[in-house]
């Protein structure tokens, strides 16, 4: 009953684009490049949710605001229960530097067109839906990536969120009361009840979907990431006065580090275990001085917690055996090792459904990359809904995903949105 009162569901997919594009320019990249970079708590930032604020209200949904900036978009039509938990979508809208403009935007987009769809069809939802934008997905401004989340699933106590600092050395309470954020910190968690389910509509950001020609990708577990950092010292000196074997080089030992995690990540029996070395900071950055200290940090994901933290004890103690033979020092700090999730099964069964309803094709799928839909499965039952991205590109400002497949995800989160919410 509840898909045959979807029949006449219509997604405004060219309205969709257009409003992807017009969220596209709040960047700090100059133009005319397609790069979309929007740093949380920027102006950029703020001009892009103040732009939201006017979107949600134009289709008649209420508005509230925590305070660190997650914004909740709640439509309870008549003859809702506004007690009830309600049911969730979106995801986040900051951009890492020279991105993309279809990662967490399609999310928070997609689930505004979603409910202005399930609007225009007549839906009367038994329980509020909820679209939520998440503040601080990306880790570029804090260090930690999925800060708004985190703090909304009481991952992050308020103590240790108000201290996070940029690379300007502000603390994360200082930025967003300058951004015009306030409040008591600790209310950003939220209660028990709050969601009965939630959803997040994302691109793949890899190349599975568009490989096997689908439409849709039902996500049933998310990888969850451990963050380590490494300084290695050493000793300095001329780069012409101290000979090869004298030398106790900190970049060297970090090479050899960096290559050993390669070997061991890749040899793990788990296919889906990656292990990144993104940043590096040699000190003292001279072309004709010895480095004599080397910090760098590890970015490693499984869905397997328990391989993953197996290969992080395994990379942790060959750096150690690299020190003592290169007669260096290696410290490590773990910034965040989070658990994977498992989406909820009546859920994914949902979307299954919805995609079968529309006439798209789908598969069970894992994400690799992790999402706020991780910390929000940690509290309430959760899952995810992917669309193919062209290439697998992402955090690229090619990246690119298609209007069919963006009406296709929309009207799929929205047959599921019906469903979750009643009627």
Known sequence: MMM???????????????????????????????????????????????????????????????????????WCPDGCDADAPAVGSGSHIDAIPHAGMYDGTVGVLGALEAVRALQRAGHRAKRPIDVVLFTSEEPTRFGLGCTGSRAMAGQLPADRLALLTDDAGDSLDAVRRR????????????????????????????????EEGLDLGRVFAI?????INFVVTGQGGHAGAVLMPDRHDA????????????QLCRSSPSPDCVATVGTMDIHPHAVNSIPSRVAFSLDLRDI??????????AIVGENQ????????????????????????????EALAEAADAGGYTHRGMVSRA????LFMASRFPTAMLFIPCRGGVSHRPDEFAEPRHLEAGVATLARTLATLSGS
């Open 179 to 210: 951004a015009g954020y306030d409040g008591d910190l600790a209310g950003v968690r939220l209660s028990d009840d709050a969601y009965a389910a939630f959803v997040e509509l994302h691109i793949e950001q890899g190349p599975k979907l568009e």
């Open 321 to 348: 055996r690299i020190a003592a033979r290169r007669h260096v020092q290696v410290e490590h700090s773990v910034l965040n090792a989070d658990p994977p999730a498992d989406c909820d099964g009546p859920i994914v």
């Open 4 to 74: 045959d009162a979807m029949k006449n569901l219509y997604i405004d997919t060219g309205r969709l684009v257009a409003e992807l594009h017009e969220l596209a320019a709040f960047s700090s990249c100059p133009e005319p490049t397609p790069a979309v970079t929007r740093v949380v708590y920027s102006d950029e930032d703020r001009a892009a949710r103040q732009w939201f604020d006017g979107l949600f209200r134009d289709a008649g949904l209420s508005v509230r605001v925590d305070p660190i900036g997650n914004t909740f978009a709640r």
């Open 304 to 313: 397997d917690g328990v391989n993953r933290d197996g290969v992080c004890e």
């Open 370 to 373: 992790y999402h706020d839909s």
């Open 223 to 227: 990888a969850a990431p451990s963050t």
């Open 251 to 262: 970049l060297c030992a970090a090479a050899e580090m960096i290559h050993a995690i390669e």
